[in-house]
């Protein structure tokens, strides 16, 4: 089994569109995660972490976990086209990490 | 200029031929990554270093070495290049000091064929 799952998409939506991005995890001992956004021919950047279970909320974005059933989301409101990018899901143990495949994401003006 | 850099950013060449993808970062980060990418298998972790005398193996390291010259430098080696080695290859760093989550600083890859 592989330690995080992902839906690679692609994921098409009209701008304005709520977004919603997906993984799910199998190692108990995750304790951050994180989501990154990796833009055409760029690397990775962090676009936000949460600590353990719950949400977090930065501007359109919030990430959500539900550890209980080992599931992670990232929701994006108000969708721009400059939202278009690879969205990866990151669980870490803060020594271990994975990365899940990404989800391909193109907002459509 | 750029916090981690790698050179080259484009490589072409052929197989069993060996080849080096440089990195060197500064921002001062005691931890060093490669990865390697390639389309539906999304990040794979080919070996990473916690400090300078520390070299760890990750997901995929058949066929590939590392070495950590300095806490600023980490360079991947391919000693025979094959055709399934062409990926996209991130190096990225993370500072075990700041925080728990240990946010990881890519560069801007380096696109390598063998043909």
């Known amino acids: 089994q592989k330690e995080v799952e992902q839906d690679p998409g692609p994921l098409s939506v009209p701008e304005g569109a709520i977004v919603s991005l997906n993984c799910t995890y199998s190692n108990s001992a995750f304790q951050y995660f994180m989501w990154y956004r990796q833009y055409s021919r760029k690397g990775p950047e962090l676009l936000m972490y949460?600590?353990?279970?719950g949400n977090k909320e930065d501007g359109r974005f919030t990430a959500q976990v539900d550890k209980s059933s080992k599931y992670i989301s990232l929701f994006i409101r108000d969708s721009q086209p400059s939202d278009s990018a690879t969205y990866l899901c990151?669980?870490?143990?803060?020594?271990?990490?994975?990365f899940g495949t990404g989800t391909s994401l193109t907002v459509i003006p | 200029d750029a916090d981690v850099t790698q050179t080259p950013r484009n490589r072409i060449t052929k197989t069993g031929k060996r080849i080096m993808l440089e990195c060197s970062q500064t921002k001062g980060h005691d931890r060093m990554y490669w990865y390697r990418q390639d389309p539906g298998l999304g990040l794979r972790l080919i070996y990473y270093s916690f400090d300078v005398k520390d070299i760890n193996k990750g997901e995929i390291s058949d066929g590939y070495s590392v070495s950590r010259q300095a806490q600023a430098k980490f360079s991947l080696s391919l000693e025979s290049a094959i055709p399934n080695q062409t990926a996209l290859y991130f190096c990225?760093?993370?500072?075990?000091?700041?925080?728990?989550?240990?946010?990881?600083?890519f560069g801007p890859g380096t696109r390598l064929t063998v043909l």
């Open positions: 949460t600590y353990s279970s």
């Open positions: 990151a669980p870490s143990t803060g020594n271990q990490f994975y």
């Open positions: 990225a760093t993370s500072d075990s000091g700041t925080s728990g989550y240990n946010e990881q600083f």
